[in-house]
Each structure stands twice: as structure tokens, then as C-alpha cells.
């Protein structure tokens, strides 16, 4: 008997996380991830999340029509979150350290056991009452920023990337950090708006970057 092969290469498989206790919600300060012990740990290296700002008042349904969107392939991987006007988040603020690939990475001795990860979005209590989102994983947070395009180059702000009339500025999460005209609130008044997020799992293989499948982790108006 003569065995042939179809000759197609095949990659390990990067397992999504799971939620526990459900999606986020507006006035639940955090949602629970659940890491599958199961990805092969010299492949799976971290995790990337994704976000985008929704009409408060018409996000159930928008982010509906952009999740059957995303899902209307059976393996939809970042790419997909980007055509749905997902953005990436970022954990660093200064242009010469750009966050790198994976945006959150996971320890070697870690990458097959279960642990828990924490997407918190509770109010800090400061004397500005500053919103600062953050995944927390042990003791370590890791806090996000909006890569954004800057609306004033010559403003000499301190995130300013400088050098190029493309280049983008870092802002927080808070309320004070969003203003009107931010690119990334899709042309949304900036005082009725709420954010999705989503979590996607990243490996490498012999040079290939791999992704699991994007979870949704909710919709939320995290500074009210």
C-alpha cells in the first residue's frame, strides 16, 4: 500500500481563554480570564487585546453586528478585529520602547498551568479621579494606553512620538485623557460613549506567528 500525503503544513493550535463568571458589564469593576494550561509552552507566548469605543446607547447592537463580523470566518485572527475598526492596545507610552508583540507576555514556566488573568477597569480614587485600565496577572499590572493620531503635532506634548506629520501620542483610559476629535472614538461624541475588548491569544512557530481565536470580554462605560 502506497501512503501519500496532501503536503499541507499544519501548526499547533493556540488555545483561546475562557471567562469566568461571565462578560464585562458597565459597573463591574473587572472581568476574570481563565489561561488554558494546555498551549504547548515553547509555542504560546502571550496575549494581545484589542479595543474599540461604541455609541453608548446603540453598542449592544453595533458591537453585535461587528461580532458576526469577526466570526464569520471559522478562524478569525487579529486581522479580523482590525477590519471591524478594533484597535491595539498599548503598554508603553514613549515612542522608542512601541509595545512589542505579544503585549502582555507570559512566563515560560507558566505557559501550561492555569491561572487566572484580570482585565481591571476600577476607578482609581486620586484627586483626579483617574481611570486606569490594567491586566493584572499575580502581582504585576500591566496598564494600557490609546495609540492615537496627533491632532497637534506642535503641542510639545511628552508622549509625542516627533519627527513625522503621521505620528501618534499615548493616552490613558481616563476621563480626562479622552477629548473630542480622538481618532479612535470613530467620530462618537466623547461623553456618551462605552469600549469593547477583546483578548487573543499569540505563539510563534519556526518564524510563523500564530493566534488563537479572539474572545470578547464585554462592553463597558468604565469611567462613570
Known amino acids: 500500500m502506497l501512503l501519500c ?8 493550535y493556540i488555545h483561546e481563554p475562557s471567562l469566568i463568571g461571565g ?3 458597565s459597573g463591574r469593576p473587572y472581568v476574570a480570564i481563565l489561561h488554558d494550561g494546555d498551549n504547548d509552552p515553547s509555542v504560546f507566548r502571550g496575549y494581545e487585546i484589542y479595543y474599540k469605543f461604541y455609541n453608548a446607547v446603540t453598542a449592544e447592537t453595533d458591537h453585535s453586528r461587528d461580532d458576526k463580523s ?4 471559522s478562524n478569525p485572527d487579529y ?13 508603553e507610552k514613549l515612542y522608542k520602547k512601541d509595545t512589542t508583540t505579544p503585549m502582555f507576555k507570559v512566563p ?35 496598564p494600557f494606553f490609546r495609540a492615537i493620531q496627533d491632532q497637534h503635532p506642535d503641542s510639545g506634548e511628552p508622549e509625542h512620538a516627533g519627527g513625522k506629520s503621521d505620528d501618534v501620542i499615548y493616552k490613558d483610559f481616563n476621563t480626562d485623557d479622552i477629548e ?3 481618532s479612535d472614538l470613530n467620530g462618537n461624541d466623547y461623553n456618551n460613549v462605552s ?6 491569544g499569540y505563539g510563534m512557530h519556526e518564524n ?3 493566534y488563537s481565536k479572539p474572545v470578547w470580554l464585554g462592553v463597558v462605560r468604565c469611567w462613570n
Open 70 to 73: 469577526i466570526f464569520s470566518v
Open 180 to 182: 473630542a476629535g480622538d
Open 79 to 91: 486581522s479580523a478585529l482590525v477590519a471591524a475598526g478594533y484597535k491595539r492596545c498599548r503598554t
Open 5 to 12: 500525503s496532501c503536503g499541507l503544513y499544519s501548526y499547533p
Open 108 to 142: 515560560t514556566d507558566d505557559r501550561d498551568d492555569d491561572f487566572q488573568l484580570y482585565l481591571d477597569f476600577e476607578t482609581i480614587i486620586t484627586k483626579d479621579n483617574k481611570q486606569e485600565m490594567q491586566l493584572v496577572y499575580l502581582s504585576d499590572k500591566v
Open 23 to 25: 462578560i464585562a458589564t
Open 208 to 210: 510563523h506567528n500564530l
Open 195 to 200: 469600549l469593547s475588548f477583546y483578548i487573543i
